[in-house]
């Protein structure tokens, strides 16, 4: 058989999520030993023949056409991103997909100026799979006990699973876990064979179940804005809202929380300004010319 691909492996996981009723298959009484859909219903959805749909899912048919994506696309329920991401593991697959350069880890000074900028609000930078290049240092306090890792080490995905911490400073610890692992299956599809996303991957999965069942699902999202209730062991219970924008230049992105002014949520955030303000708050900062003297 040939090898696995992530068109393929994707492909199962989508139809293992669709069922008959929602593609207007009429199942009658028939007891069904498949999870979701059968190949031969997504054929005969899609347009193709079993054998080819069948080469699809085993690896062995790498080039699928756009009408054929098309058609899979809707056969699948697929809308927005996990659409995308079809595409764009189908161009990875048929070696049509460019190369994307490595994004840099430096952060430019004018970013760094915007983190000073809304501070006192919390905020950090993030490249594509979420480490953490940059913080103010109420962003690097809102993720409890981060300061303690290397700066090297500091990422949100990897905080999620691994610090002991995170289970109970996030009150909806399950979501924030499932949109953490979506948004990595999200970046797979735009950065295929990235060696570092690779490498996180396979650490979460040899040392965390839950992101190893996570990942198995093969959902995919990205999130830039929402709501995050947090129980923080130094300032007490939160509700912040947070915004994600995008650098594009960099690959980036700045994440920044807030909390409406007046409010105890407000005077909550303000109080992690004061939690280990000398916390080295990542990567290093460029020297000043003043500083060259």
């Known amino acids: 058989m040939a090898q696995q691909t992530d068109l393929s492996t994707f492909l199962r996981s989508r139809r293992a999520k669709v069922r008959p009723a929602d593609i207007g298959l009429n199942n009658g009484h028939t007891v069904r030993r498949t999870q979701g859909l059968r ?9 193709v023949s079993v054998d080819y749909y069948t080469r699809l899912e085993q690896g062995r048919e790498r080039n699928p056409s756009i009408a054929v994506l098309e ?16 595409f764009r593991l189908a161009a990875h697959t048929g070696n049509r997909a460019q190369a994307t350069p490595p994004a840099p880890r430096a952060v430019r ?3 760094r100026q915007l983190l000073d900028t809304v501070t006192p609000s919390p905020a950090y930078v993030l490249n594509r799979w979420n480490d953490m290049l940059a913080a103010n240092p109420a962003g690097l306090a809102l993720l409890a006990g981060l300061d303690e ?3 090297a080490r500091r990422n949100t995905v990897r905080y999620i699973f691994l610090h002991p911490v995170a289970p109970t400073l996030f009150e909806d610890w399950g979501s ?6 979506a948004h990595l299956h999200a970046m797979e599809g735009l950065l295929p064979g990235a060696p570092a996303l690779q490498t996180l991957v396979d650490e979460l999965s040899e040392q965390s179940q839950e992101f190893r069942a996570l990942w198995q699902q093969h959902d995919v999202r990205s999130l830039s804005t929402g709501r995050k209730l947090l129980n923080h062991p130094n300032v007490g219970r939160m509700a912040l809202t947070y915004e994600v924008l995008d650098i594009t230049i960099d690959h980036q992105r700045l994440v920044i929380y807030q909390a409406p002014a007046g409010t105890v949520d407000h005077d909550s955030m303000m109080l992690l300004n004061l939690v280990n303000p000398s916390a080295e708050t990542t990567t290093e ?8 003297r």
Do not use: C
């Open 39 to 47: 190949r031969e219903e997504v054929a005969a959805s899609a347009g």
């Open 71 to 86: 058609s899979l696309a809707t056969t699948l329920l697929l809308e927005g991103e996990e659409r995308d991401h079809l």
């Open 109 to 111: 000074p004018a970013v």
């Open 149 to 151: 890792w290397p700066p």
């Open 176 to 181: 924030i876990a499932h949109n953490a692992v």
């Open 285 to 292: 900062r460029p020297r000043r010319r003043s500083d060259q």
